[in-house]
């Protein structure tokens, strides 16, 4: 591929166009009040995300590192002077790039741009996760808020009927006095889950780049049934091929090293003028071949830095992809366990919500103790909670596989 057919000024031109309408979207966004959906959170952070910059900054120092590798070194031209005939002395010095230390040395940049293109697309999905899980846990505390809330008014409700039953003469203080605990117990759940809820949303909003009270956005979706979970892998992960094309950059760039032992070569070619006797009229042409001398210096110290920084990206490698594998197998036994927590809950659910309507109609009657009300409001209202609790895991398990499973694109053919 020649470096020729992709200029970097047109790359850097797109990237900053896209960067300002970006910004100017978020700041549209950040400046309207209401229903936020989950891809209008997404968006927001991938505009306005500090992470998503310095990305950006390493893929464009990848694409000038890819200039630099293909630049050609300056000629350097001298004049002299000497009371030795011919007095003047001009000469004209180029640098010869060698085929086979340029090479080397070109590829290895390419093979760090793609590392670093590589890293900035990992990057940009970390960012959607963490804005998706952070949409997910702000969609939980509100519900588990709403539940608690009800849970308050259901637990003053019956407060309030033990106060008549006990008026009536079918109920003790007793029943009162632990109906009230009940009560406050349940208001406290309320404000704390509530609090709770307020500090998602501002969380949410530190994704998304947003300042300002957290009341000025609401959520627009719900919590429902989680996606399912995304296919196996089949090709490498954007981790993996960032790893390895490091690997394949640093071995490049220890080889352009080790080629690099004699040194740069150059040609000279110049002329020499000005005798004052005229033996010597016109300009004498003068060239010649400079080659260094690898007397003090045969590059070792270079050659040991590309040794360690080849060692180092092999490693990488194996850890990146050891680390790849073990996170994809967590969340995908994370996501069946929470989808299996799920499916039970359901079943769970109904029938605990059956018991404590039927415990409440029962004790309205006088047929049943307080207690075993209270005992089935709270056990309907845990398995409600759990409910919740198991959605939000799945979704939160659905998009980290998301990332994780994410492959290079196939070379075009």
Not at 94 to 118: C, H, K, N, T
Not at 306 to 329: D, I, K, N, P
Not at 337 to 364: G, I, K, N, P, S
Not at 389 to 407: C, I, M
Request: overall charge neutral; proline content about 5%; charged content about 20%.
């Amino acid at each position: 591929m020649n470096g020729r057919s992709s200029a970097p000024p047109p790359r850097r031109a797109c990237l900053l166009t896209g960067a300002i309408a970006g910004v100017l979207f978020a700041a549209s966004l950040a400046a309207q009040d209401g229903p936020i959906t989950r891809q209008n959170a997404i968006a927001a952070a991938l505009t306005r995300g500090a992470r998503l910059t310095t990305a950006t900054a390493d893929t464009l120092a990848g694409a000038a590192q890819v200039a630099t590798a293909r630049q050609w070194q300056n000629p350097t031209v001298s004049a002299s002077y000497s009371k030795d005939v011919p007095q003047y002395h001009y000469s004209l010095e180029i640098p010869l790039d060698l085929p086979y230390i340029r090479g080397p040395r070109i590829a290895a940049a390419a093979a760090a741009q793609r590392a670093m293109r590589a890293r900035f697309a990992y990057e940009r999905a970390s960012v959607a996760m963490e804005a998706d899980t952070a949409y997910t846990r702000a969609l939980a505390a509100r519900a588990l808020a709403e539940l608690s809330a009800r849970a308050a008014r259901d637990a003053d409700s019956l407060r309030r009927m033990a106060i008549v039953r006990r008026d009536a003469g079918d109920a003790s203080d007793l029943d009162v006095a632990l109906a009230t605990i009940t009560a406050g117990q349940a208001a406290n759940d309320a404000v704390s889950d509530s609090l709770t809820y307020t500090s998602a949303l501002l969380d949410l909003q530190i994704v998304m780049g947003m300042t300002g009270r957290a009341e000025r956005i609401t959520l627009a979706d719900s919590l429902g049934a989680p996606p399912p979970a995304p296919a196996g892998v089949d090709g490498r992960t954007l981790a993996v091929a960032a790893a390895a094309d490091q690997v394949e950059s640093a071995s490049l760039a220890l080889r352009a090293e080790q080629r690099s032992v004699l040194g740069q070569p150059s040609v000279v070619a110049g002329w020499d003028a000005g005798d004052p006797s005229g033996a010597e009229s016109g300009r004498l042409p003068m060239f010649g071949v400079a080659l260094p001398i690898p007397l003090f210096n045969r590059n070792t110290a270079a050659i040991a830095l590309a040794q360690a920084e080849a060692l180092r990206a092999r490693a990488e490698l194996s850890l990146v992809t050891v680390m790849s594998r073990t996170e994809r197998e967590r969340a995908e036994r994370e996501y069946a366990a929470a989808r299996a927590r799920l499916d039970r809950d359901e079943q769970l659910v109904a029938q605990a919500e059956r018991v404590a309507t039927m415990a409440m109609t029962a004790y309205r009657e006088g047929a049943v103790a307080l207690p075993n009300v209270l005992e089935a409001r709270r056990v309907a209202r845990e398995l409600l909670a759990q409910r919740v609790r198991n959605a939000a895991d799945a979704w939160v398990a659905v998009a980290e596989l998301k990332v994780l499973t994410l492959t290079v694109a196939p070379p075009a053919p």
